[in-house]
């Protein structure tokens, strides 16, 4: 594994989730699909070896979700509950991992994950704008 620290669970452990308090938060579709697709971003690097993923811009782009929520109104308390939900992490997971097979990903081919992050790449999307 390129990224033994960083796969997607440790990246949804990190940032995913919602919690009874913070359940709104789990419903705002600009937070989740960022979510997502860093999680997506995440995958693709851990399983394809000439994509990397970009860790401080990553890192600002977590940030900037978090950010996001607070400017929605969401306090730092909710915004945490949100961050450790399990339940939450396990649902954007599979989300992740279904938006990734549509996107073309097979589990065990590491060669249709690198097609798949050349793709974002070269589109510069918000998923390849994550990767290198």
């Known amino acids: 594994m390129k990224y033994p620290f960083v796969g997607m669970t440790t990246f949804a452990v990190l940032i995913a989730g919602a ?9 705002e579709p600009e937070i989740s699909g960022g979510l997502i697709n860093a999680g997506i971003a995440i995958e693709i690097a851990t399983q394809c070896d000439s994509v990397d993923v970009r860790m401080i811009r990553g ?4 940030r900037s979700l978090e950010q996001k929520a607070a ?5 730092e ?31 065990g081919n590491a060669d ?7 793709t974002e790449i070269s589109a510069n999307t918000e998923i390849g704008r994550l990767l290198r």
């Open 19 to 27: 919690s009874s308090a913070a359940g709104d938060l789990a419903s």
């Open 59 to 62: 890192a600002l782009y977590l």
């Open 71 to 75: 400017s929605m109104g969401y306090s």
């Open 77 to 107: 308390t909710e915004i945490d509950e949100y961050i450790h939900d399990s339940d939450e992490k396990k649902r954007l997971e599979r989300l992740a991992r279904a938006q990734l097979a549509q996107m073309g990903a097979v589990v």
């Open 112 to 118: 249709s994950y690198c097609a798949v992050g050349q």
